[in-house]
């Protein structure tokens, strides 16, 4: 059932201060960096000739500047939260924005800036607001398609939290990407206990300014048209109205649901309907019992 309408966030009057860097205030992970694993961001693959002429297909580990500057098709270390959560963002918007011809939704695709000293960054979500549908698109060039995103969404990871909440904070704000949301989800250093914050920032010659929540902590994506907020440690969509967004293990659970309903409806159709051809084959017989009897009484 949809909640209340919610009102639009009112723009304030007074200046806000600017955000700090969100590293600053992130409260220390267990995830500390394991210097014993080579592999510990990831990897990329490529194939490498040989002094000898033969070809050897080559895997190097990433280092924390391939995190904030990857290249097509490294390969970082995700987990299941981030896969689920960033998995939903995607569906949603792209259903929202990208197939109603909006906006086109990249997923953890590399953006080229052309931009002096700004190498190319691959945020977890972008949306780039009018840019056509590309299913051959490797990656996106702001200079060839005349436009940046709008909206970028990080959601940290084990060996991407540090450039979320720092490097990529600042590189975006110089990139003048207008809205920066950060889903940061650790687990806690003393606890190991998993939790999510949700950060969003607006931009501003200056710096970034924190969004202001709406009282249920929910941040208005003005560029989407949809309120971004958490359900414990899952993010979630909601309509303007407040009603939330379902995910697709939703979807497919009242899909499945709904047809376990009609299946069952189906079978007691079935059921009655054969029941009432027994009846009816039986009031025949009967029928035709008592006109045989009639016919016997006469000739006799």
Not at 146 to 156: A, C
Request: aromatic share 10%; net charge negative; charged share 25%.
């Amino acid at each position: 059932m949809a909640e209340p309408h919610i009102q639009h966030p009112i723009p304030d009057t007074p200046p806000r201060s600017l955000a700090v860097p969100p590293l600053q205030t992130a409260e220390p992970d267990d995830w500390a960096h394991d210097n014993d694993d080579p592999f510990f961001y990831g990897w990329r693959e490529r194939w490498k000739r040989r002094t000898d002429g033969t070809w050897v297909y080559e895997r190097t580990p990433l280092t924390y500047e391939d995190v904030v500057h990857p290249q097509i098709a490294d390969f970082m270390i995700h987990g299941d939260y981030h896969s689920q959560v960033t998995a939903y963002l995607i569906s949603v918007l792209r259903v929202r924005m990208q197939h109603t011809g909006k906006a086109y939704v990249s997923d953890d695709m590399l953006i080229r800036w052309n931009m002096r000293g700004m190498r190319g960054h691959s945020p977890d979500v972008a949306v780039f607001m009018g840019a056509p549908y590309d299913v051959d698109r490797m990656s996106f060039d702001t200079r060839k398609e005349g436009m940046r995103p709008v909206l970028i969404i990080e959601v940290t990871s084990r060996s991407t939290r540090i450039a979320d909440l720092s490097d990529k904070f600042e590189h975006y704000h110089r990139l003048a990407i207008p809205c920066y949301i950060i889903v940061d989800s650790y687990r806690r250093q003393a606890t190991s206990e998993r939790t999510t914050r949700l950060l969003g920032y607006e931009h501003t010659p200056e710096g970034y300014v924190e969004m202001e929540p709406h009282a249920l902590g929910r941040l208005w994506l003005e560029a989407v048209q949809l309120w971004i907020g958490l359900d414990d440690i899952w993010v979630t969509l909601y309509e303007p109205d407040g009603t939330p967004i379902p995910d697709m293990y939703e979807i497919v659970e009242a899909h499945n649901e709904a047809r376990a309903r009609l299946a069952a409806e189906t079978q007691a159709r079935l059921a009655a309907e054969a029941w009432a051809r027994l009846e009816a084959e039986a009031r025949a017989r009967d029928s035709l019992r008592e006109h045989q009897l009639i016919i016997v009484w006469v000739d006799l």
